[in-house]
């Protein structure tokens, strides 16, 4: 049974940074491309950042341009997404997903087949 858990979100302010975590068991991410997608109140939940199972990342540059970073710890089998210069605008659930193995990355969450419960993340101005 595969499980992604989210952990690292809070309050944060205008210009902090947060690191979030995303664990998987029952995957491997060396195998599994993996999207971070966000989700804010009345909004539909947006792409954010994705890592290829063989590590090229791509990014949804009009929202997080430059700011964001995603990485992957192999030996953790763990997914981060460091994000800097936060905005009130980046107020949102964040949430892992995952395709299955050896899919190409998507930026669209139809198309992956694992999520995680999702991890707040609240930008004061």
């Known amino acids: 049974q595969v499980q992604l858990v989210e952990s690292g979100g809070g309050l944060v302010q205008a210009g902090g940074s947060l690191r979030l975590s995303c664990a998987a068991s029952?995957?491997?991410?060396?195998?599994?491309?993996v999207g971070w997608f966000r989700q804010a109140p009345g909004k539909e939940r947006e792409f954010v950042a994705g890592?290829?199972?063989?590590?090229?990342?791509?990014y949804n540059w009009d929202s997080v341009r430059g700011r964001f970073t995603i990485s992957r710890d192999n030996a953790k089998n763990t997914v981060y997404l460091q994000m800097n210069s936060l905005k009130p605008e980046d107020t949102a659930v964040y949430y892992c997903?995952?395709?299955?193995?050896?899919?190409?990355?998507?930026?669209?969450?139809?198309?992956?087949?694992?999520w995680g419960q999702g991890t707040q993340v609240t930008v004061s101005s």
């Open positions: 997903a995952a395709r299955k193995p050896w899919l190409e990355l998507s930026r669209f969450q139809h198309e992956y087949h694992y």
């Open positions: 029952g995957l491997t991410f060396s195998s599994n491309a």
């Open positions: 890592l290829t199972w063989d590590d090229h990342s791509t």
